[in-house]
């Protein structure tokens, strides 16, 4: 239960960077992936079908998430997985529906997020998690992730099917990858925000590539576990995190992150 005496305004209304943030993120992306092809084939949905009622679910999500003006562990992982299923769909509508090429699609959602960063810093002059209290702000937040997830998709989908790396090799190197940055971060003191955000981008890919090792048949690289075993326990695992965070959580307030930002 929050104070009675704690300013709404200057909630953080996104989640601290903890092992469980991370940890759920590389869950609700791995799911994204495989519970978007779930939906769309093993349902007979169709892409386009999915894609229509993603999408809806996904805006009826975020009004609600937008009118917590805090972080609620349920609400705020609930449109994270829903924004990494929509992201997923995205990618495969431009890939499948419109024949546009892996490579057009990463370098246009790479440009997209550039652009993103670019409106919010001039905006809001910091791009950092920390200070998520404003309504646009938070707009800023979720469109920047929105991309992120359908930039990974692309960025793993091109380096696992179009480049013929293979699901491990594509899931080793983006790994890979999250290393190098969060040694730079830790070793080099690599700043902060452009450390996070690198590693949320690269996550993506990384989970996406995870997803379809374990979901996709054995004739296509995959191991062959399909997409519903996949997509359930990745469920079940962000479901008991999420149960942890409900009962951990502590409000993060702009007094919190302004400490924050000042270890850097």
């Known amino acids: 239960m929050r104070p009675q005496s704690l300013d709404m305004s200057n909630i953080n209304r996104v989640p601290r960077v903890t092992a469980d943030f991370w940890l759920i993120k590389l869950m609700a992306v791995t799911m994204g992936e495989t519970a978007a092809d779930y939906l769309a084939v093993n349902m007979g949905l169709g892409l386009t079908a999915t894609s229509l009622i993603m999408s809806a679910v996904l805006i009826a999500t975020l009004g609600l998430q937008f009118a917590q003006k805090r972080y609620v562990p349920w609400a705020y992982w609930l449109a994270v997985v829903l924004i990494s299923i929509v992201g997923t769909l995205l990618t495969d509508n431009l890939t499948d529906n419109l024949g546009v090429p892996l490579e057009t699609s990463t370098v246009v959602f790479t440009l997209a997020l550039i652009a993103t960063f670019a409106v919010w810093y001039a905006s809001e002059r910091t791009l950092s998690i920390h200070s998520i209290y404003t309504t646009r702000r938070e707009a800023f937040y979720w469109l920047t992730i929105l991309f992120t997830f359908a930039l990974g998709t692309a960025a793993g989908d091109l380096v696992a099917e179009r ?85 951990s959580y502590e409000p993060e307030t702009a007094a919190t992150t302004e400490r924050q930002a000042a270890k850097g």
């Open 163 to 247: 480049f013929e790396f293979g699901y491990l090799a594509t899931a080793v190197i983006f790994a890979a990858v999250i290393a190098v940055i969060a040694f730079g971060y830790y070793a080099f003191k690599l700043n902060a925000v452009a450390a996070f955000w690198l590693a949320y981008i690269f996550t993506r890919p990384a989970g996406a590539s995870i997803g379809d090792l374990l979901a996709q048949p054995i004739e296509y690289g995959g191991l062959g576990l399909g997409t519903i075993v996949t997509s359930t326990v990745f469920l079940a695992v962000i479901l008991l995190t999420v149960t942890y965070m409900m009962f």
